[in-house]
């Protein structure tokens, strides 16, 4: 999908947004990406779009240069919020390509060469990225979802809380979606940690939930459920 | 909030300078440089010298007077804002004020990064990484920035571990 025809309004806040917490369309360093959805673009945008305004005259500073940027140009439909799965396999094959000729033996025991890993996570990335299209075109029938509002309890007052968040935002599942969180006082300087989320019923249960939280048994006393709804 | 001894060693070796003796004196908390028998004094005039003697003049504004004069006063807020917040209060005024001005801005000078970029980000990472992930994304402006400039190949030094920020936005309606 990417940012679609740039000179519509809608592809403009859609660009604004997506470079809200983005300095380039990828990566950290301006490269063809930028070149591409920079050329699609009419002119300068608006003013109160101001990320993708930043982001506008950031990328013309380059103008003289835009031939010498490192990457790959790619169609603009390729880039954007919905192309980010795929854009991400992208680097990492590009590193394998490089670094062919050198380290190209066989590592018994996968001691540090994580360039296997993200091809792999990449390789995942983009078959998922595939299966979600998929299961898009079969539009399947409403999903059953619920929010739940989730309190984890730490061991004592030592433990420390943004670890723990961390930690429960780090649990993955398929149809699980973290949403905002807070600490709350329980008394003699403890706090509980709750955190919302929301779940496809059908996908994931309570107890797969609860019995993944207190795997962190090093932090976490116990897990209790303060809030179901059926949305 | 910072250490300046430990931000000034990373600076020279981000830009290569060797043999370079930091001190800092422990009462007025003003940085010495000492290099090749040179004494330099202050932070800001440490990181300008720094700077000339690796031969990075575009990290210090280039020939333009507005862009150099704009250096000194970015360095001059480090030097009398960051390190010099007391209280919690300070320390998120302070991040309030960069957030608001980083969001109509890549870097804190022109279009590259400039001296003001690294000094400031090493004065407000171990704040930033304080921060939980809902205040960070309310500073999303100071977090997209201060992800930029630590991606910098050679600005974090192998023992500094990069500021974790996640890669979507997780929380609706929190962005200030």
Known sequence: MGFGDSKTTVCLNALNEYLADRSYIEGYTVSQADVVVFEALSGAPPAELYNALRWYNQVNSYKSQFSSLPGVKKDVSEYGPSAAATSAATPAAQNDADDDDDDDDVDLFGSDDDDDEEALAAMQASRKAAEDAAAKKKKPPPIAKSSIVLEVKPWDDETDMNEVEKLVRSIEMDGLLWGASKLVPVGYGINKLQISCVVVDDKVGTDDLEEKITAFEDFVQSMDIAAFNKI | ?176
Request: charged residues 25%; proline residues 2%; hydrophobic residues 40%.
């Open chain 2, 1 to 176: 909030m910072a250490d300046i001894k430990q931000d000034l060693k990373a600076l020279a070796r981000f830009l290569d300078v060797k043999g370079v003796k930091v001190n800092v004196n422990s009462e007025t908390k003003v940085p010495v440089l000492t290099l090749n028998g040179m004494t330099v004094t202050g932070l800001s005039s440490v990181a300008n010298y720094l700077a000339k003697t690796a031969g990075r003049r575009d990290l210090i504004g280039g020939n333009d007077a507005a862009e150099r004069a704009a250096v000194s006063q970015w360095l001059e807020y480090r030097v009398t804002e960051i390190d010099r917040c007391h209280s919690e209060k300070d320390v998120s005024t302070v991040l309030k004020e960069l957030n608001s001005y980083l969001e109509t801005r890549t870097f804190f000078l022109g279009e590259r990064v400039t001296l003001p970029d690294l000094l400031i980000m090493y004065g407000v990472r171990s704040a930033v990484s304080l921060l939980t992930f809902q205040e960070k994304e309310k500073f999303m402006h100071l977090s997209r920035w201060c992800d930029n400039v630590q991606s910098i190949e050679g600005v974090l030094q192998k023992q500094q571990t990069p500021v974790f920020f996640v890669k979507n936005p997780l929380y609706a309606g929190v962005q200030s």
